[in-house]
């Protein structure tokens, strides 16, 4: 079942998934700047955003969006090739389907992943988080950056 985050077990569910999913991106990020990051999740981030997690015996996966934006697609590490990625992304695309999302130039995986699934890269930019390179993607159904 998908259902928005609502309690403050979710949160920390969400922020654990988090860090596993950047464990798995960038081990020295995640050990030496992960502290001060999910400060900045918690405080800054989740409040301000809507996040829609896969529930089923459990927090499985999560889908951050800020408006138009996702911000994050963690699903846990055991959890992957399930479709529970998909099953969220389709989930979040049918409530809004103009999304954009940025992702790591060093996540070449997840620049395949959101391709497969109709996504088009838009430019590069700077990550004001961490400073690491990251290129801006946006669904095919979005017509803010593309004319037919």
């Known amino acids: ?4 985050a609502q309690s403050a077990q ?5 922020l654990a998934l988090w860090q596993a999913a950047a464990q798995q991106l ?3 990020f995640a050990a030496s700047k992960w502290q001060s990051f999910a400060l900045w ?4 981030l989740l409040p301000q955003s809507q996040v829609f997690i896969y529930d089923y ?4 996966g999560f889908a951050q969006l800020k408006g138009r934006k996702l911000g994050a697609l963690c699903v846990h590490p055991a959890a992957q090739g399930k479709g529970i990625g998909k099953a969220l992304l389709y989930y979040t695309l049918s409530r809004f389907s103009d999304l954009e999302v940025q992702l790591f130039t060093a996540a070449g995986e997840g620049q395949q992943y959101f391709k497969r699934q109709g996504f088009h890269p838009v430019q590069e930019l700077l990550d004001s988080q961490t400073g690491l ?3 801006q993607m946006v669904s ?3 017509n803010r950056y593309f004319s037919y």
């Open 133 to 135: 390179l990251q290129v």
């Open 140 to 142: 095919t159904r979005s």
């Open 41 to 44: 999740l918690d405080n800054e």
């Open 57 to 60: 015996h459990g927090v499985q």
């Open 10 to 14: 979710d949160r920390s569910v969400i």
């Open 1 to 4: 079942m998908i259902r928005e």
């Open 26 to 28: 960038d081990p020295q």
